[in-house]
Each structure stands twice: as C-alpha cells, then as structure tokens.
C-alpha cells in the first residue's frame, strides 16, 4: 500500500479551501502553510488566464528530509505517507535543506518542524485527508496507487501526469493532471515577490529572475505564492568558517614537518590545540544557537539516526574535539615534543570534523549548489588555508620566525590553490541543474556578488596570492596574507551558504 | 445513505450519520501519539454567503467548544464539501473581536468607549423612540440596517405594518440589480440552473470562486465542463472564473447590458433561436 495524491488541475477553480481547512484541521498558526494554492498568470491580454497549483509535500518515495533528520523526527509509514513527531524534534531545519520541494516550516509556536502529513491521523481513522473532503471540485483525489481499482490509480492510468522537479530522483507521489508548466518549474514564472493580495517574500535574493534563461516567448508572472524564508541564518556561515579554522588548526604544521621537515608544531603546539578547542567550541555553540529548539541539542548524540550526516557529524566533532583535547593536555603537562604520537591522528580527526559538512550538504537536495562533488576537496582544502592563516598571524616570537613563515607560505600557497581551483570549478563549471546555476547566478551576478568578488575573491584570494607572490620573505605581506584569507573565506562562506539557500523551490 | 465511502478506497469522506452523536478521531495537535477526542457532530448552516451550505460543527465533549467545521454530506446543495468560509467559521467562533453582549456607547460618538448592556435595555430604549419617531410622524427617521437580510419577508413586513419604507442591506449595493432582472425574466430572485447538465454555460461577472452561491453552483459548473459544456466567461478582470473559461470576454465595466443586447439582437436577426421552445416554454410568439 502506498498513499498518494492526484490533483487535476481540470477541475481546480483555485479556491484555496483546501488551504484554509488544512490549517483549520492542522491547528497551523499564522504565516505557515501545510499546503497552498500557488498562482501563475500567463500570457498578454487578452490571451492570458492565472494557473492554479495546489503545492505541498508530495510523500516521496525517497524522502530526503527522512535521510537528513538527525534524530528520526522525520519518518516513512508503511503506507508511503511521511509523517513527523514533534515531540522529537531539535529544529535544526535540516529537512527544510533536503526538500526539494518547499513543503516544510518550522511551527513559530513550537518551535518544530512540520509540513502536510496527509493527515495521517485521520487515514488511521479510516478518513480522507481534510483538503480532499473539503474541495468542492473533488480535484484533490486520494488513494493508494498500488490499488488498481483505486480512483488515483485509474486516474493516474488514464491521465498523462506530472510530478514537481522528477530531476531531483526523490519519487514523488503527489501527480498532477494537466501541470502547466510555468508554474510546476520553479523559476520558470517571474517571481517579484509582490502578489495579488500583497509583498510576502521579503529575501530579495529570492526573488530575482531566472538568470540567464532564454525570455519566454510568453510572459509568465507568479501571482501568489506563500513565503519560504531562508532556513539557515548566519551562524551557519560562520560555522563553517570556525570549523574550518578548528579542525584545521595542526594541519599545516603537520604537513609542513612532513613535506619540508619543519618542525614549528613544537613550539606552538600547545597554543595551537587551545586556539583549536576555542574554536570548536565557538563552533558548536553557533550550531546549537542556529537550532529553534536548542535545549534539545543533546538529542542528536543520545538519540541520532544513523543516516544523517548531520548526526554522524556530531559524533566525528566530539571525536575530534576529544583527540584535540587530548593533543593539548599533553602537549601541556606531558614532556616536549610528546604530543607527536597524537599529532597525526588529530589530524585525520580534523580532516574528518572538515569534511563531513560536504555530505551533510549533499544532503541538504533542496539546495542543488550544495550538491557540488567538489565540496569534500573544498573543505579540507579550506583547513590548510586557514592552518596556514592561523601560522601566518602568530606572533613571530613563538617559534623560529624563519621557520614560522616558512610554513604559513607553504600553507597558504597550497590552501590558496587547492581553494582556488575548487572556486573555480564550483562557479565556473556548468551546472548539474538549473537551480545550481540559478544559485551560482545570485551568487557571481546578483545580490551576493559584491561580497563575493571583493571580499571572497579579492580579498580572500587575489590579494594575498599577490602578496605572497610579491612579498613571499615579508613578514608583513605574510601577516597581511593571512588576514587577507580569513576574512575572504569568511565572505565565501557567506555566499555560498545564503546564495545556496536563495534559490525558491516552489 | 448514512455511510459515506469513496468509491475504491478504504478512506471514507465524512463519519457515518449513526456516530455522529459519539465521533471518535486522533488529535491532529498530540499526533504521532494517539490521543481520542470525542465529538458529538451538530449539522448546521454556513452564512457566510446565501448558498447557505450544510455544516457540520464538530463539538468537543470535553470542552463543549466547536473544535472543527466540515461540510455536512447530506446537504444536498453542497453535498459535504465547502468552500474556504466554511472551516473559516471557527475563527468567527473563537475571535477575540466577536461582540458576545449587547454594547452602549458610554463616551462621545466616535471615542470607541462602550459598556455591556442588557438585551431588555436594548429592546426598551429602542422600541420606546421607534414608537415615539411614529407616532410624532418621524417615521422616515427610522431605517433598519442590516448585513444580510436572511429573514426572508418578516422584516419588510414589519416595516410595512409601520408605514415605514426604511428596510436597508448590503443587498442594495450588492446582487439587487441581478435579483430583480432574474424576478422580472424568470420569477425566482436566485435561480439554480442545471449546470451539470448544461452543454453551455455564460457567466456574467458571477464566479466559480467568489462571491455568493460559488461552493454549490462552482461544483456543478465544472461537473457539465468535465462532460463537455463550454464555459464562457463575461468578467472586466481575470478572476479564476475567467481563467477556467473556454471563451473569455473582458468587458468594459458598465457595458454589458449593451452587450447583452447586441448578443439578443443578433440571436433574433439570424434566428439563432429555437422558435418552438421559446412558443411553448414562455408564450413567445
């Protein structure tokens, strides 16, 4: 058995009572939306007419929010139907970033996350979801397609039918007869944010227009859509920028003694693992603050679902922030140089803290950006950066200055490239989608671009690539280099993670 | 009927009339935990428009407050399903700005100051100066006012017994321009036409998705365009209604009675008229 929805568009007159006794049936407060009539005007008077799309979860069959969730919030019933427990729930807003589909809110009242749920607790009943009741043209038609005698199997049979965004491989189980397409293509319509009855889409981001897609010979204007706020905040860009400098913090000393047999990690170790645990733990305080219900943090490690990237995560960042620890103590009671068996494994400990972020945003399939193969390369690449911005910034009195600068060039030369050539191929190749292209586009062209060609290109590449080019043996350009780096990568982790969130998916 | 299965499926659309008195569901707020809530189901009327479609107010045992409105399916105008004033009735219900008592202006006019009054105060202060406007001879000096004249016919009788012509309603400014042409034409104030069944159907400025009669006739208009009626729409703006058309004319505010004749002159001068229908059905000769 596996529940799904028709919705034929013949019959909808885009009425919106499926919306109003959802959110009557659902106790769904203000400004959020289990489902919703999306609107699309086409056309030049007097050959226009509004399209009508009924727009929700569509019950995947690979659910990508149940993948990501990391305490099995999100689940698949037997029946198809994905549901949720709120009592579960950490508001880390993880399946808002895995849905494709901009189905989930988080609750303002509760502070969870939560999106239609085919009003499981009335199937259970034995009762259709409330919005197939209610609509007074019966074009929302429930049922299970695994039934052929079912009217959603004979409709689906007879009809020719279409899913939103079939690119995304998530297998939706919500079809749509007659699907127009201006509206069923995220993008393809122009999206101002102003509609009929009012501006509900504040993120100007979001609303610019599909760049550089060919002018459709006939002009299309969404006229109502509700308002999807971008889930992450800034503490998810920074986090990744202490993160970064976190899990990175011994790696380029450790390179350096191995590739020029510079042994500078002695002097600085014990700075290092307490500069190292200082940002891991700003780190894990940005992560908890991000999330709507932070009290329950702690879920994630008593109660995680091994799936998720986000919740192995948290295991591989108390495993590296035990091995930093460790790596100080000694570093700091043991006798000298003892710390060195713990070196190599703190920083493989730090390449793993680094680089899982990559699959967590692999997972994040609402953000096609984010889907990058690039991007585990591009964390660790980022690490050697920052580790060689952190050498270039000490103070040259801690350890052999010769030595000290010897290994921030060789640090930041490596990072620079390594980071530089991932740039390159995360903006300059084609993109998989068109909504990684879109985002790409916000990024390189639309409201991000000033912070990313100043700040993450010029100042975090282009400028200190010069200085050390130019001033290689400066101390001066060296520190200015480093400086220059951590301040462009902390604008490069701005864009890419807002500009990733800024493309709509309804 | 009592039970009310959807044909090949195992989900029914609305509880059987024998458990109406005891209805059982999950509480959708404790969900994914199972938590019964017993209802008892009262059918009642929507008035949020005068196609006064069925209602049923789910009534929590427990607390004894309406917790949910669905459509009532043996209604059989709007057989169950309702529009989205309908589950809409419960803020109406609930709202924190809903006059529960008679109120008396206690400042000056305009300082939105009032106190609770009681329903005899109301009927003594304003029987006692309707009687006295009358029998002065100030009876043009009293109008009754009134959102929607549901009562049919008490009222203006009333009014009559009192030799008064002050019976007012949105209805004026509203659907009495389209009420009286229909009584004129047809004899009933608001006709209900076998859309189902229509192989045509012409909207004048009256929606599929707005306004009033919408839920029953909107359901029907699109039963006869799923079996083959063409819809054409007359409407100044795109409404819904328009969009759903087969055909579209975006009249000029104001014109279509000019319209509505030229079409009538160009039916009569090329007969496009079934003359035999027209003899026997309204004595056309």
Known sequence: MRYGFVIDNRRCIGCHACSVACKAENRVPLGVYRTWVKYVEKGRFPNTRRYFQVTRCNHCEDPPCVAICPVGAMYQRGDGIVDFDP??????????????????YVDPEQGTAAKCHYCAHRVDAGMEPSCVVVCPEHAIVAGDIDDPASEVSQLLERESVRVRRPEQETGPKLFYVEAEETAIVPGAAANVGTYMWGTVNEQADRALPPAGQPASPVPALVAYDVEHKRPWDWQVPVYFWTKSIAAGILAVPALASLALGVEVWEHVDTLLGFLGLLFM???VGLLVSDLSRPERFFRVLTNPQPRSWLARGAFLLVLYSLLLAAFFLWSWIGPDGAASVLLWPT???????AAYTAFLFGQCEGCDLWQTPLLPLHLVAQCVLTSGAVLALLPHSLAPPSDLRRAAVFGLGLGLVLHGLTVLGEFALPHSTDSARRAAALITRGPFRIVFWIGAIGIGVALPAAL????WCSPLAVGFAGAGVLAGLLAFEWCFVMGGQGVANS | MSEFPRPGSNLQSHPPVERWDDWVENDPEAWPRKVERHYRLIPTICFNCEAACGLLAYINKETGQIDKIEGNPMHPGSRGRICAKGPAVLNQVHSADRVLYPMKRKGPRGSNQWERTTWDEVLETFGSRIRKAIQEGR?????YHVGRPGHDGYMERVLQGWGIDGHNSHTNICSASARLGYVLWQGADRPSPDHANARCILLISAHLEAGHYFNPHAQRIIEGKMDGAKLIVIDPRLSNTASMADSWLASHPGTETALLLAMAKVILDFGRFDARFMKDWVNWE
Request: hydrophobic content about 50%.
């Open chain 1, 468 to 471: 050390l080019i130019f001033g």
């Open chain 1, 87 to 104: 009592s579960r729930c950490i508001g880390c807003k993880a399946c808002m970033q895995a849905c494709p589909y901009d189905a989930i």
């Open chain 1, 347 to 353: 920083v493989i400990g730090g390449v793993l803290a």
């Open chain 2, 139 to 143: 009876g043009e000096e009293v109008m």
């Open chain 1, 281 to 283: 733990a700003v780190t």
